[in-house]
């Protein structure tokens, strides 16, 4: 019991209480601290039970008071008075003494994937704020003006601000109203519970009544926010919770305004609208994954989650690792193993960087003592864990909705995403979203199942794994793109249909698909590769001028006297990136630019000779690199009057060289990734960027 309450009830008791002391218990009363009983059923400790008042709190407090005194003191606390005149910041700290019990009994820690705890407040957040843009709720909207690769997470969102700290920007006067934004496992749900806990603690806001409601679970039609608050601060009149609010004094937490059932979207939102209004003085924060401004009322300022930075990194990983080992000397030391492991991967760093890839990362750590070596081995195990233990590590129990889905197994469940996945990147225009709709028909297409049972399967994907969610209303995705991509390469490896794959070899959006596909199909990326190199070719045969234009690129590399260790087939690629490339008027321009930047492809297959041209730039006739000078000078000069100028493609033509210029880039990524082909790589790379006439010889 609070000092000033127990200090109230003795004073009462012995006759010197005042109408504050009244007003303090009676709040008391009303907020669930203190429950008075008379009578000769009342129990009592360490007294007679009989005419005696029993008091119980927080703390099991237990105060006995006899005859007349009970009856002054329960005809005292029934005058209204006492209830109508209590002042707000008595009522404030009474609630919130209550509601701030909740918040930690409730929210303190978090369940990590692997079932295990840890405090929220180990683990920290920054945000950038953004600047807000209009955006249509339409796939063309959301799409205007991105690169659906490199903006795939950011779809519909401003440009950023500076990196903040999150519980700074929280507590800033200047953003009294925030939508936090950022896709599945990105840290909302963490941040929140993290400023939940800390004004609680009164680490934040600590003036303030914390109240963090989920708004997944809202069930009822006519939600009223303004009764889920009464209800929460037990206060018995209606009058006392206006009171509280139009002095704002809360601090409302709500988590998931995306995730409200979709029958139950709009009237929520409506409800939200209506309330920040009428009650404006409050601090109010959301969380949301749909990026569009649908979402977000009237003058709330959006946040978006920041990537983890190293230390951020390191610092979850050592939280991760001790709540494991139980001890903070081996949490310690799995976690420098595990960083170390990390370091050495760049790919998987440049993944986990949001809270559930690095726990899935840090799990499948965990349970092998190592990282996989290959991409595809690190998203097979994270698919399989999503699959498996979404809901479940994060506390969430519920139904799938739909009895089909939930007799599929995990396999079958990855042919079915694998299936949507490739569905959506075959459609070059746009790759990534899909319409409800669409999507369904995708899924019922499948299963073999009507449409209407398809939007149940839908809907549980969504639930229970995260895996698809709905950017905006109607407006689905995969929550992350290396899954995707991953699933689309695993149905092509599985299938072994490398005809069908190989169409795709000049798609520039297919491209981690096909590195992912190399890495997974092993002991078949020959057939793989032989079967995208069929195609390349194919695909410059079929056009007259593109043959001309390669066989005067294999004259012109001949012509060049080069030493026998450079790769003749780079000279190639410089000349074909020379006709074709608007780098080349760069690096003419700009001798900053390094040779590398301007001769990609070139470089990729012989850094040697890159090099050693960079060098005999540099120093000229007189060096022992003198043998390139013939190649120097085809590069150093602007080629105003050169026969490169020559050929004037057409639009059309532009457009073939750029797909057999892409195709022939991922040809050698793949090549470089696959372990069966080290044998045969150099007279691979031998065949490439030739003619028709030049392979048949």
Same mark, same amino acid.
């Given at each position: 019991?609070?000092?000033?309450?127990?200090?109230?009830?003795?004073?009462?008791?012995?006759?010197?209480?005042?109408?504050?002391?009244?007003?303090?218990?009676?709040?008391? %009363?009303?907020?669930?601290?203190?429950?008075? #009983?008379?009578?000769? =059923?009342?129990?009592?400790?360490?007294?007679?039970?009989?005419?005696?008042?029993?008091?119980?709190?927080?703390?099991?407090?237990?105060?006995?008071?006899?005859?007349?005194?009970?009856?002054?003191?329960?005809?005292?606390?029934?005058?209204? &008075?006492?209830?109508?005149?209590?002042?707000?910041?008595?009522?404030?700290?009474?609630?919130?003494?209550?509601?701030?019990?909740?918040?930690?009994?409730?929210?303190?820690?978090?369940?990590?994937?692997?079932? !295990?705890?840890?405090?929220?407040?180990?683990?920290?957040?920054?945000?950038?704020?953004?600047? /807000?843009?209009?955006?249509?709720?339409?796939?063309?909207?959301?799409?205007?003006?991105?690169?659906?690769?490199?903006?795939?997470? =950011?779809?519909?969102?401003?440009?950023?601000?500076?990196? &903040?700290?999150?519980? *700074?920007?929280?507590?800033?006067?200047?953003?009294?109203?925030?939508?936090?934004?950022?896709?599945?496992?990105?840290?909302?749900?963490?941040?929140?519970?993290?400023?939940?806990?800390?004004?609680?603690?009164?680490?934040?806001?600590?003036?303030?009544?914390?109240?963090?409601?989920?708004?997944?679970?809202?069930?009822?039609?006519?939600?009223?926010?303004?009764?889920?608050?009464?209800?929460?601060?037990?206060?018995?009149?209606?009058?006392?919770?206006?009171?509280?609010?139009?002095?704002?004094?809360?601090?409302?937490?709500?988590?998931?305004?995306?995730?409200?059932?979709?029958?139950?979207?709009?009237?929520?939102?409506?409800?939200?609208?209506?309330?920040?209004?009428?009650?404006?003085?409050?601090?109010? %924060?959301?969380?949301?994954?749909?990026?569009?401004?649908?979402?977000?009322?009237?003058?709330?300022?959006?946040?978006?989650?920041?990537?983890?930075?190293?230390?951020?990194?390191?610092?979850?990983?050592?939280?991760?690792?001790? *709540?494991?080992?139980?001890?903070?000397?081996?949490?310690?030391?799995?976690?420098?193993?595990?960083?170390?492991?990390?370091?050495?991967?760049?790919?998987?760093?440049?993944?986990?960087?949001?809270?559930?890839?690095?726990?899935?990362?840090?799990?499948?750590?965990?349970?092998?003592?190592?990282?996989?070596?290959? =991409?595809?081995?690190?998203?097979?195990?994270?698919?399989?864990?999503?699959?498996?233990?979404?809901?479940?590590?994060?506390?969430?129990?519920?139904?799938?909705?739909?009895?089909?889905?939930?007799?599929?197994?995990?396999?079958?469940?990855?042919?079915?995403?694998?299936?949507?996945?490739?569905?959506?990147?075959?459609?070059?225009?746009?790759?990534?979203?899909?319409?409800?709709?669409?999507?369904?028909?995708?899924?019922?297409?499948?299963?073999?199942? #009507?449409?209407?049972?398809?939007?149940?399967?839908?809907?549980?994907?969504?639930?229970?794994?995260?895996?698809?969610?709905?950017?905006?209303?109607?407006?689905?995705?995969?929550?992350?793109?290396?899954?995707?991509?991953?699933?689309?390469?695993?149905?092509?490896?599985?299938?072994?249909?490398?005809?069908?794959?190989?169409?795709?070899?000049?798609?520039?959006?297919? !491209?981690?698909?096909?590195?992912?596909?190399?890495? /997974?199909?092993?002991?078949?990326?020959?057939?793989?590769?032989?079967?995208?190199?069929?195609?390349?070719?194919?695909? #410059?045969?079929?056009?007259?001028? /593109?043959?001309?234009?390669?066989?005067?690129?294999?004259?012109?590399?001949?012509?060049?006297?080069?030493?026998?260790?450079?790769?003749?087939?780079?000279?190639? *690629? /410089?000349?074909?990136?020379?006709?074709?490339?608007?780098?080349?008027?760069?690096?003419?321009?700009?001798?900053?630019?390094?040779?590398?930047?301007?001769?990609?492809?070139?470089?990729?297959?012989?850094?040697?000779?890159?090099?050693?041209?960079?060098?005999?730039?540099?120093?000229?006739?007189?060096?022992?690199?003198?043998?390139?000078?013939?190649?120097?000078?085809?590069?150093?000069?602007?080629?105003?009057?050169?026969?490169?100028?020559?050929?004037?493609?057409?639009?059309?033509?532009?457009?073939?060289?750029?797909?057999?210029? %892409?195709?022939?880039?991922?040809?050698?990524?793949?090549?470089?990734?696959?372990?069966?082909?080290?044998?045969?790589?150099?007279?691979?790379?031998?065949?490439?960027?030739?003619?028709?006439?030049?392979?048949?010889?």
């Amino acid at each position: 019991m609070p000092e000033n309450l127990q200090a109230a009830v003795q004073r009462v008791l012995a006759g010197s209480g005042d109408e504050a002391d009244l007003m303090t218990i009676t709040t008391a %009363i009303q907020t669930g601290q203190i429950v008075l #009983a008379t009578g000769e =059923r009342a129990i009592a400790i360490n007294g007679d039970a009989n005419d005696s008042v029993y008091v119980t709190g927080d703390h099991n407090h237990v105060i006995v008071i006899k005859g007349a005194e009970a009856e002054e003191i329960g005809r005292l606390l029934q005058q209204p &008075s006492a209830v109508q005149t209590a002042s707000v910041d008595e009522l404030v700290q009474q609630v919130r003494f209550r509601a701030s019990a909740k918040i930690l009994n409730l929210f303190s820690k978090i369940r990590l994937l692997n079932k !295990r705890q840890i405090e929220v407040d180990r683990l920290y957040v920054d945000v950038y704020v953004l600047e /807000m843009r209009e955006v249509r709720a339409t796939i063309p909207g959301l799409l205007e003006g991105q690169d659906a690769r490199d903006q795939f997470d =950011r779809f519909g969102l401003g440009k950023r601000g500076e990196r &903040s700290p999150g519980l *700074a920007i929280a507590a800033s006067e200047d953003f009294p109203r925030l939508i936090v934004l950022g896709k599945p496992g990105s840290g909302k749900s963490t941040f929140l519970r993290h400023l939940a806990v800390s004004c609680a603690k009164e680490e934040f806001l600590g003036d303030y009544i914390p109240v963090l409601l989920e708004l997944r679970d809202v069930d009822e039609t006519a939600f009223s926010l303004f009764q889920y608050l009464h209800g929460e601060f037990g206060l018995e009149q209606e009058a006392q919770t206006e009171q509280i609010l139009k002095q704002g004094r809360v601090l409302l937490l709500l988590d998931g305004l995306d995730e409200v059932p979709s029958s139950l979207r709009q009237t929520v939102q409506h409800e939200l609208r209506k309330f920040a209004k009428r009650y404006d003085k409050n601090r109010f %924060i959301l969380t949301c994954r749909t990026q569009t401004t649908e979402y977000i009322p009237e003058q709330f300022q959006a946040v978006e989650v920041a990537p983890f930075k190293p230390e951020q990194v390191e610092c979850f990983a050592l939280n991760w690792f001790t *709540a494991m080992a139980g001890t903070q000397e081996q949490g310690v030391a799995l976690k420098n193993h595990f960083m170390e492991k990390l370091r050495e991967s760049p790919q998987t760093t440049e993944l986990a960087v949001t809270p559930v890839l690095l726990s899935l990362t840090c799990w499948i750590f965990d349970d092998l003592k190592c990282l996989p070596e290959k =991409r595809s081995d690190l998203y097979r195990d994270g698919l399989d864990l999503l699959l498996q233990q979404w809901d479940e590590g994060r506390g969430i129990s519920r139904d799938s909705g739909s009895d089909r889905y939930h007799q599929l197994t995990t396999e079958e469940r990855k042919r079915l995403l694998s299936y949507l996945a490739v569905r959506k990147f075959e459609q070059t225009e746009n790759f990534v979203l899909y319409e409800e709709s669409e999507l369904c028909g995708y899924i019922a297409e499948h299963l073999q199942l #009507a449409v209407e049972e398809s939007r149940a399967v839908l809907a549980a994907i969504a639930q229970q794994h995260g895996l698809l969610i709905e950017r905006a209303q109607g407006i689905w995705s995969f929550s992350h793109l290396t899954f995707q991509e991953y699933l689309a390469a695993k149905l092509f490896v599985e299938s072994a249909n490398w005809g069908k794959f190989s169409r795709y070899v000049s798609e520039e959006h297919w !491209r981690s698909v096909f590195l992912l596909g190399i890495e /997974m199909a092993e002991v078949n990326s020959i057939g793989l590769l032989h079967e995208m190199k069929q195609t390349i070719d194919r695909f #410059a045969a079929e056009d007259e001028r /593109m043959q001309e234009f390669l066989a005067w690129v294999t004259e012109k590399a001949q012509s060049v006297a080069i030493p026998t260790r450079y790769n003749r087939t780079a000279v190639r *690629a /410089m000349y074909f990136e020379m006709a074709c490339g608007k780098a080349y008027a760069s690096y003419t321009s700009n001798k900053d630019v390094m040779l590398r930047q301007v001769f990609p492809l070139a470089w990729a297959i012989d850094p040697e000779l890159g090099t050693a041209l960079e060098l005999a730039l540099e120093i000229g006739r007189s060096s022992h690199l003198y043998r390139l000078h013939n190649l120097v000078q085809e590069i150093e000069p602007v080629h105003s009057q050169n026969e490169l100028c020559n050929w004037k493609f057409d639009d059309c033509q532009k457009g073939l060289l750029e797909k057999y210029y %892409i195709a022939n880039k991922l040809f050698l990524d793949c090549l470089n990734e696959s372990y069966e082909c080290l044998d045969s790589k150099e007279e691979q790379v031998e065949m490439m960027l030739l003619p028709i006439a030049e392979i048949k010889k």
